[in-house]
């Protein structure tokens, strides 16, 4: 049965990382469930890409290149738009880049420095600059992605691990502070999921790599992007108004 609460027509979802992967599939899901997207990456082609994959099936979209560790950046892509739409309903604030399997002795100050400014000061500068949006517009729903490496820990992984353990953190704060604002914040912790960063990168874009990526999770295969994507939309949703500060873990079974 169709859930009457995940019709998103004339919210107005801000999506980062919507160029690839999870964000992508993410921001195509809520046009398609009737909302305005801010389709926000680095990577401009992805972006036009995107919106031109939105606008074609009938949806609206703006896109705007971004990079999340910048204020100024962050802050124009929330003005443009609030430009194109009048405001902001739902923000998944998604974007980020993954560590290779490294110990922590070895991993460097530059890319222990670089995950930082992305996975967690990106995360930190959309909320900053779109609570106080929402705050205007009576309330919103805001879903952060952590991930497995949020809840456990990881060998070859410290610097991922602690920014994903941050995100939650930061965002059980936050959830607690807006909550009387109407501001719900949520995390979301995916599995190993099907997208460039594991397919092309983390897993070396080999056979064996995939199959080694795969070996981790119980239930013997890679998560789809089309599945993170339904947990985002519900958490989102009206039906999940009573989720405040949740961390949900979507992931075959990996971190159990
Ligand atoms: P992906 O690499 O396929 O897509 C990430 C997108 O983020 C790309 O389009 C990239 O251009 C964009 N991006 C990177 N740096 C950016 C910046 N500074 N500003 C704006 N955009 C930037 O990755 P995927 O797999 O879709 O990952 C999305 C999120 O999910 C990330 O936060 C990742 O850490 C997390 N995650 C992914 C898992 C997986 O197995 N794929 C598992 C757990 C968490």
Known sequence: MADQNQNYAGK???VTGAA???GRTTAIAFAEAGAHVAVVDLNGDGVAEVVAAIEAAGGSAVGITCDV?????VRTALDKTVEAFGGIDIAFNNAGIEQQQIPLADLSEEDFDRMTAIDLRGVFLCMKYQIPLMQKRGGGAIVNTSSGAGVVGIAGQAGYVAVKHGVIGMSKS?????IGDNVRVNVICPGIIETPMITDRVSGGTEEGQKKMIAQEPIGRMGKPEEIAAAVLYICSDSAAFMVGHAMVVDGGQTV
Do not use: Q, R, V, W
């Open 12 to 14: 107005i979802a801000f």
């Open 20 to 22: 690839n992967g999870i």
């Open 69 to 73: 560790s910048k204020s100024e950046d």
């Open 174 to 178: 936050a959830a607690l502070e807006y």
